[in-house]
């Protein structure tokens, strides 16, 4: 398995670990893409089905390389095919693109596929157009306290009833509720 070569006791042990979900926490440069890599290799060879994988980083750089090893590695064996590439690969991506992927895929959520995803400025301007919708000046109120308002509400997973009902019937509420 010359996929483990130079990785260091603990990351050979998360790699080749075969029961459950591994954790993989440490600092810049201390070789988690290569362990994550190593293991999702180390299933796949051991015959978890690829499809069957879930490998779910911070960033789309890790992401990107974790996929290009896996293929170079897997793509690379002399024997049979890789299951890699004829009966599906796993998913490795961030956790956002994960939480798109479900929210995709899952029809019973009742989301259209082809939804986009607004940026913090995006969302913005779709909030001071709620605010006018709703009668209300965007000037009136600061449209980015507003955000960090329904942000910490739906943090908290708040409905608009259950934020009403905590807030009061206020001016301020009923304004924050309509928009």
């Known amino acids: 398995m010359d996929f483990l070569s130079g990785l260091?006791?603990?990351?050979?042990?998360?790699?080749?670990?075969?029961?459950?979900?591994?954790?993989?926490?440490?600092?810049?440069?201390?070789?988690?893409?290569?362990?994550?890599?190593?293991?999702?290799?180390?299933?796949?060879q051991n015959g978890v089905p690829p499809e069957r994988i879930l490998a779910v980083t911070f960033t789309n750089r890790a992401a990107s390389e974790m996929r290009d090893r896996i293929r170079k590695i897997l793509g690379s064996r002399e024997s049979a095919p890789s299951p890699f590439f004829s009966n599906g690969e796993p998913f490795i991506g961030t956790f956002h693109s994960l939480g798109v992927r479900i929210l995709r895929d899952t029809p019973e959520f009742g989301i259209p596929k082809n939804f986009t995803i607004k940026d913090k400025d995006g969302a913005?301007?779709?909030?001071?157009?709620?605010?006018?919708?709703?009668?209300?000046?965007?000037?009136?109120?600061?449209?980015?306290?507003?955000?960090?308002?329904i942000s910490r509400q739906k943090g908290e997973l708040l409905s608009v009833e259950d934020y009403l009902a905590l807030k009061g019937d206020g001016f301020a509420p009923r304004t924050i509720a309509a928009a």
Do not use: H, W, Y
């Open 8 to 44: 260091n006791p603990n990351q050979k042990e998360a790699a080749l670990s075969k029961e459950g979900p591994v954790l993989v926490v440490a600092g810049a440069g201390a070789g988690k893409t290569r362990t994550l890599t190593s293991r999702v290799c180390a299933l796949i």
């Open 124 to 149: 913005l301007s779709l909030l001071k157009e709620a605010m006018r919708n709703a009668g209300c000046d965007p000037k009136q109120f600061e449209p980015r306290r507003l955000q960090a308002i």
